[in-house]
């Protein structure tokens, strides 16, 4: 386990020099064309200053999930990440169905991508995911269990070999908890290779880039309650057996009718800190569908939320990261999951809502 004032300093530092490489490690195998190696702006972009200059102002990366497809399709929606977002997650394209679809046989077109757009851009990347249930391609499920733990191995050690000195960190496990009664998720790996899978994927992850943060990211984690004391209790095994975990992502995906209580957040970040790890906003929307009231009304609620949480990463030093789950409404999963929605920071015109100003608001301490 690395203390996370020690990554903090040393491997920031290293992240921060690889931000600015444009080019390096390969582009992988054919794939669509090409994202733009630089980003388009536009007047209206152009008029809103970045928020990336709040972030810094308070010692914060800030990021957002982005879709190769968009980069490459949408000059509005590549312009507006450059402009205002330093860290980068590949939202799907580098998870184990698209990049290893077949056994053995690897893509890393759509990462390789984005990757390069955030090099072109100055921007960090955080590898996402490499171990999650729900990304997992079907030839995975028929597999013994020697069979599995063979292509486990295979796959993190390949897929974090490929991207080493090109991403600043890796979700290596994501979402192992089960929503309900505080114990690992009934899923394929922890079926197959019991409960030490967790141990083995950090440990793995870290032998193929040795310079990676490496997380646990998990969602409804980010407070007090059930499933947030069963991350903190499965994290603080992982420190007492040594196994190289750098920090948790709390995913923050927020209902701003039951928002989780600032106090809350900040208790658990802080536990989290008491163990040597960082700890990231890592995924953060806020839904608002559900709320009374007008637009103005539910926008000028939503801000407040992204503020006041914001805000506990602010004022948490082991906090070293803030990450959106997109940054536009008119790309967002809630869409998909919990109905229409306006979850995030620009609505679909790309324009700033209050929840953009929420966010600068607490990076700048307002």
């Known amino acids: 386990m690395t ?37 388009p702006t536009t007047p209206e972009i152009a008029e809103i200053a970045p928020l990336v200059g709040a972030a810094r102002a308070s010692g914060r990366w800030v990021g957002s999930a982005v879709q190769a497809n968009l980069l490459s399709a949408d000059a509005v929606y590549a312009g ?26 690897f893509d890393f077109s759509l990462g390789d991508q984005i990757v390069a757009f955030a090099e072109a851009n100055g921007a960090r990347v955080k590898g996402h995911a490499l171990l999650w249930h729900q990304a997992t391609p079907s030839w995975v499920e028929s597999l013994s269990s020697a069979e599995l733990q063979i292509a486990v191995d295979a796959h993190i050690r390949i897929v974090a070999a490929h991207y080493a000195g090109r991403v600043v960190a890796w979700d290596v496990v994501n979402e192992a908890i089960a929503d309900e009664g505080g114990v690992l998720r009934d899923s394929l790996f922890l079926r197959g ?9 950090f440990r793995v992850a870290r032998e193929a880039d040795p310079q990676a943060l490496l997380f646990y990211n998990d969602y409804n984690t980010e407070g007090m309650g059930t499933k947030a004391n069963a991350a903190y209790e499965l994290v603080k095994g992982l420190v007492e057996q ?25 208790a658990n970040m802080r536990r989290l800190a008491d163990l040597g790890l960082l700890v990231n906003i890592s995924e953060m929307d806020v839904r608002i569908r559900e709320l009374p009231g007008d637009s103005a009304t539910r926008f000028a609620a939503q801000g407040a939320i992204y503020r006041d949480l914001v805000g506990v990463c602010v004022a948490e030093p ?14 967002s999963w809630v869409d998909g999951t919990f109905g229409a929605d306006d979850p995030l920071l620009f609505d679909e015109a790309y324009q700033p809502k209050p929840a953009f100003s929420g966010v600068e608001d607490a990076f700048l301490r307002r």
């Open 3 to 39: 203390h996370w004032r020690y990554a903090q300093g040393a491997r920031a530092a290293t992240a921060a020099g690889l931000a600015l490489l444009v080019g390096c490690g390969g582009s992988g195998p054919e794939g669509p064309s090409p994202l733009p190696t630089t980003a």
């Open 80 to 105: 507006t990440f450059a402009r205002h977002f330093d860290y980068l997650t590949a939202e799907w394209e580098m998870k184990w169905d698209p990049t290893e679809p077949t056994p053995g046989v």
């Open 193 to 201: 290779l019991g409960p030490d899978y967790i141990a083995s994927a």
């Open 242 to 266: 040594g196994v190289p975990i750098d920090g948790v992502g709390l995913q923050m995906h927020v209902s701003a009718r039951f928002p989780p209580r600032v106090e809350d957040v900040a």
């Open 318 to 331: 082991a906090c070293h990261a803030v990450t959106f789950w997109g940054f536009t409404d008119a790309h």
